[in-house]
């Protein structure tokens, strides 16, 4: 069975920082792109960072000079640096990522970690 696993939420003071991982498991053969993606009450579910196999990364323009996304191909994990979190960062982060499996590609989700940013 495949799976993605966040961890690394949590309640963080204004101007603190986190870091989320998530790990894919399962019978895997590669991952192409990985991303956050992060859904606040009452609001749509955005991309918050993404990054291919080859290390490229995009950032919604809210993120950008205080998030940093990773990855450890290695350990079919990526990474989340929150730094300089503002309470506007409360939400739920959800990991996806695009998998080659042996048996055909699956875009799966994480269940979500919770960041909560108290001002």
């Known amino acids: 069975q495949v799976q993605l696993v966040e961890s690394g939420g949590g309640l963080v003071q204004a101007g603190g920082s986190l870091r989320l991982s998530c790990a894919a498991s399962?019978?895997?053969?590669?991952?192409?792109?990985m991303g956050w993606y992060r859904q606040s009450p009452g609001k749509q579910r955005e991309l918050v960072a993404a990054?291919?196999?080859?290390?490229?990364?995009n950032y919604a323009d809210s993120v950008k000079g205080r998030f940093t996304i990773s990855r450890d191909n290695a350990k079919n994990t990526v990474y989340l640096q929150m730094n300089s979190l503002k309470p506007e960062d409360t939400a739920v982060y959800y990991c996806?990522?695009?998998?080659?499996?042996?048996?055909?590609?699956?875009?799966?989700w994480g269940q979500g970690t919770l960041v909560t940013v108290s001002s």
């Open positions: 996806n990522a695009d998998l080659l499996l042996w048996t055909g590609s699956l875009n799966t």
């Open positions: 399962g019978k895997i053969f590669s991952i192409n792109a």
């Open positions: 990054i291919t196999s080859g290390g490229s990364t």
